[in-house]
């Protein structure tokens, strides 16, 4: 609620995520909890009736009277009467990753529902994931007792209660409710089932979940729209959930998916008009001349606040449940504000001197959560690598190192500045025994150029350490000797003048010419070759001057003969998005 709603609304919306494994019954206990909530108990406030079911796209509503701890206390007049729940049902997974994640400010508690008879399923894992990435507080509920034998029910639910907080001990929710219920005796085929069991117990626990939500009416609106449709005589009606920020009455608002902007001709909360709303509200907001067919799911904005995205850099951190690795150049289905998307990674981290360094800083403030908020820079050196790294196992237990990926979207999204990201595998299949979800992150910087591949990626200093290794052939004086196998006949070595190279035998050189056509080359050793380097090169000519005098065949076997004692090291760096390819001394 925000100052400028009508001081005759003082209801509290408190927003639930209904997750689950398919066929756990969510849906089922999100419409029993709203007619259980619609027709017994509530019956006494004049809205009841018509508040009903609101089941719409996934959401449904129900009003409760105001628990006692969450009235005004010292005094204080309390600010709210009455309190909605809205349930957030997520029906399958990917739009349940979509839905969730598309609104994870505004989710304050997660139901997670888990059929009792077939216990924690493939999905639960996901489920648990996206609770534990989106809200603070999480209840569990057994659905389908009824379908448990009477005389084995009680025993089997303290069985799965306390594989259930097994499972949970890792997570955030270790210690969370678990209740058992039937939301629709007799399964959703049952012609004329009996009455739910368990749901006003379950409604009293929900009760007793509520607090009061962190609800900041500041900072760019950010509404997600659920449903669209016209009203003859008054416009369109956008109806959503305000995931940031605040709207009211007259203030212009966009539709960045088309990219037109609209004023707000009225607002209604609940039913009844209100001049504004703020972050967490359900709302209904009224504009002229729209076509609802147009938007049917999608956002509205503060003009301007949302940009459009061809790639992005996000921090990065693989989720655990995931097996397989998380590979550079990849495609992976990515979850950024309200949109899922196909995308290529890199993966990128700090140079390994740097990576090794962490414990005197960065360890100590920065326990597992913040390390999605690593800061991004363009000034700064990063190093590529062919996957995540997982597991460095260097000075403790504590969080992995920083790591970084570019992402470059199949298709351009419109999503806000810092907003969560999701990478996953929707295409496994989804019957299979493995977590989908494989990373999560934060969106650092995103590239609304089209030509960002020209224009924005070679800013990104991310570099690959190059080795090369070749020998020395032969000694012509003292301070110069002549390498091969180092680089290839058609090299273009003008690239690699001037470059130091190291002997084996610990001489440090730099590349002078070429010499020959066959991709030798000359190495001045600006300190002279020690005495036993010498002595090294000079038997090893002798061995093949043997060899030369000898026949064909054993001319063919030289390589062997010559099992080069003198190896020469080229080490360099290349940065992958230099449009020169310049080579770069380490």
Not at 259 to 274: A, D, G, L, N
């Amino acid at each position: 609620m925000s100052e400028s709603a009508d001081s005759r609304v003082k209801t509290l919306n408190f927003n639930i995520g209904v997750l689950g494994h398919v066929d756990s019954g969510k849906t089922s206990l999100a419409r029993a909890l709203s007619s259980t909530a619609s027709t017994a108990a509530f019956d006494k406030n004049p809205q009841s009736r018509e508040r009903g079911i609101t089941l719409d796209l996934g959401f449904s509503s129900f009003t409760v009277d105001l628990p006692d701890h969450l009235r005004g206390h010292d005094g204080l007049q309390p600010q709210y009467d009455s309190l909605q729940f809205t349930l957030v049902d997520c029906p399958g997974h990917a739009s349940l990753i979509r839905t969730i994640i598309g609104g994870a400010q505004i989710i304050d508690l997660m139901m997670l529902v888990v059929d009792v008879v077939k216990g924690v399923q493939t999905q639960t894992a996901e489920c648990l994931l996206i609770g534990e990435l989106t809200c603070p507080r999480m209840v569990v509920i057994l659905n389908k007792i009824d379908l448990l034998p009477p005389n084995k029910r009680q025993s089997a639910i303290e069985k799965m209660t306390k594989r259930l907080h097994k499972t949970l001990e890792g997570t955030r929710f270790k210690e969370c409710p678990v209740i058992a219920v039937a939301a629709k005796p007799g399964g959703p085929e049952a012609p004329d089932p009996e009455e739910p069991h368990g749901v006003p117990e379950l409604i009293e626990l929900l009760k007793k979940q509520t607090y009061l939500p962190q609800r900041d009416p500041g900072g760019d609106l950010l509404m997600a729209v659920d449903h669209c449709f016209s009203i003859r005589g008054q416009g369109t009606v956008m109806t959503g959930t305000i995931l940031q920020g605040s709207l009211a009455i007259n203030d212009t608002v966009e539709i960045p998916a088309l990219k037109v902007t609209k004023k707000i001709k009225s607002v209604q909360m609940f039913r009844k008009p209100v001049s504004g709303a703020m972050q967490g509200d359900r709302v209904g907001v009224c504009v002229t001349q729209f076509d609802p067919k147009l938007l049917e799911r999608g956002v509205v904005c503060t003009p301007g606040s949302l940009r459009t995205v061809y790639a992005a850099v996000i921090s990065v951190r693989k989720i655990g449940y995931f097996k397989g690795s998380l590979a550079t150049r990849a495609k992976f289905h990515i979850t950024v504000g309200h949109e899922t998307v196909m995308a290529r990674v890199m993966f990128f981290g700090l140079p390994p001197a740097e990576a090794s360094q962490p414990p005197s800083d960065t360890k100590a403030s920065s326990p597992e959560p913040c390390s999605l908020d690593s800061p991004f820079s363009f000034e700064r050196e990063y190093f590529y690598q062919d996957e995540y790294v997982t597991g460095q196992g260097e000075a403790s237990p504590g969080p992995e190192q920083q790591q970084w990926a570019l992402l470059e979207f199949e298709r351009p999204v419109t999503c806000p500045s810092l907003c969560l990201v999701i990478g996953s595998k929707l295409d496994t299949d989804i019957h299979a025994n493995a977590c989908r979800l494989a990373f999560q992150g934060r969106l650092l910087q995103g590239f609304e150029d089209k030509g960002y591949a020209e224009t924005a990626l070679p800013r990104l200093r991310i570099y690959k350490t190059k080795h090369k290794e070749g020998q020395v052939e032969r000694v012509t004086d003292d301070y110069s000797v002549i390498g091969r196998n180092l680089f290839k006949k058609e090299t273009n070595l003008q690239l690699f003048l001037g470059l130091k190279v190291v002997l084996s035998t610990g001489e440090t050189g730099v590349v002078e010419g070429g010499f020959g056509q066959s991709g030798k080359f000359k190495i001045r050793i600006q300190e002279g070759l020690f005495p036993e380097t010498k002595q090294l090169l000079f038997s090893t000519s002798k061995k093949k001057g043997k060899g030369g005098s000898k026949s064909g065949p054993t001319n063919e076997e030289e390589p062997k003969t010559d099992s080069q004692p003198v190896a020469i090291h080229l080490h360099f760096k290349r940065y992958v998005f230099d449009p020169h390819k310049k080579m770069v001394q380490l």
